[in-house]
Each structure stands twice: as C-alpha cells, then as structure tokens.
C-alpha cells in the first residue's frame, strides 16, 4: 500500500486525450472552404505611389506642389467670377463719369455724338455737341502723363476753338501737390483760352500757373489741354 493509500487519499487514473481536436471539421474541409471565398480586391494605388523609385522626400515635394497648384486654380477661378460679374458695372460707372464730364465742360450742348477720331497721342476720343441739333463744340477726352501716371481729363471747346472747361476724371498725383490740379482754382485758368498753351512759375499774364511744388502735374494738364485743343481743330476745321 502506497503511503497516499495510506493516509485515505485517492489515486485517480491518468485522463485519456484525444488524439485528434476537431473544431471545424476536417482540415481537408475548411482548405476547401477557404478557396471558394473571393480574393480580396486589389488595393488602390495613388498617382504618387506609382511612381517608382521616388524618394520620400521628393514624394512629399511633389504633394506639396499639386496642392499648391490646386489652390492656386481655385482661387484663380473665383478672381475671375468675381472680375466678370463687376467688369459690366465698373464699365457703366466709367461711362458715367464721362458723360457727366461732357456735360460739365460744354454745358451749352444738349446731346453728344462720339466721333471716329484717329488721331492718337493722349487724345482718347472727340465728341461733337450739339443744341438742337445745331453744333456747339466739342467734348475731348485725353490722357497725358503725369507724375503719378496717366491724368484722365475732358476738355469741352467751342465752336470758335476757345476751351469752355476742364475736368479731371481720375488722377493719381501726389495729395497736398499734384492732386490740387483737381480744383477749380487751377482749372479755372484754361477757360476762355485758344491756342498753344504755356505753363509758368512767375505768374506771367496769359499762361497758366503751375501748381506750387507740382509743375509736372500742371504741366501734363496743359499738355492735354493743348492735345485736346489741336483734336478739336482738325474735326470741325479739318486742319
């Protein structure tokens, strides 16, 4: 007698193992079953992950690239949908301005026609005024240099070749000097004038008087004026 059997234990046999677990059946079963499930789809490649061979750094250079080139498109194409719906009313606005500029320059004239002008230089355009139906001068638009770019002006002219006003459209002189050139105090001293016109700084009788400190400004102004002058001139003289 063993000493457990002695002290009243018990001698259990060893378990039996099975020999085979079998959970799924057969592994000949489960192959087969493996095999009839569809291969799994075949995994997307990027543009930028075709490209053989391209180093990580050159990768992330050309991600870089496309969408800064994206963003520059989109916003390209919102400048443009934006530029395309204000070109029609900035142009209106232009055309307004102008008109009223005709009005103000040959205030005698009732209605304007625009000529077919070919003269070039800084006149931009003729217009003859009439009053009923009658011509009374005419409305010219030019454009000469000044210090700050181009000066924008309409200049009216009567019918016996005198300018009857001036006006400024746009400019862009210098505020405090050239920009005075917009106020009546200077181009008050064109009306009444015929001519080739000359600019002083002395205030010599019978020229005009340069702007104090902008004598480019002025002398641009003049410049146009002249141009318009000459344009007039040759339409309704033909010289």
Do not use: W
């Amino acid at each position: 007698m063993s000493e457990l059997e002695k002290k009243g234990g018990e001698i259990r046999g060893t378990p039996e193992v099975p020999e085979t677990i079998t959970m799924y059946g057969p592994v000949e079963d489960l192959e087969e079953k493996r095999g009839d499930a569809p291969p799994p789809p075949p995994k997307e490649e990027r543009f930028i992950d075709k490209l053989p061979g391209m180093h990580p750094a050159l990768r992330v250079a050309v991600r870089l690239g496309a969408t800064l080139l994206a963003i520059a498109l989109t916003v390209g194409l919102l400048l443009a949908i934006v530029n395309g719906m204000t070109e029609a009313q900035i142009k209106l606005e232009n055309e307004r301005a102008v008109a009223e500029g005709m009005r103000a320059v040959l205030p005698e004239a009732d209605s304007f026609e625009a000529l077919d002008y070919q003269g070039g230089g800084v006149v931009t355009g003729v217009s003859r005024g009439t009053a009923a139906g009658t011509p009374v001068g005419c409305a010219v638009t030019a454009s000469p240099s000044g210090f700050g770019g181009p000066i924008s002006l309409i200049v009216g002219v009567s019918s016996s070749g005198e300018v009857t006003g001036v006006t400024i459209v746009s400019l862009s002189e210098t505020p405090g000097l050239g920009a005075k050139a917009q106020e009546s105090a200077f181009l008050d001293q064109y009306a009444g004038k015929s001519g080739e016109l000359l600019v002083t700084k002395t205030g010599e009788a019978g020229k005009v008087n340069a702007i104090s400190g902008a004598t480019i400004t002025s002398q641009a102004v003049t410049d146009g004026v002249n141009a318009a002058l000459r344009a007039a001139e040759e339409v309704q003289y033909g010289n």
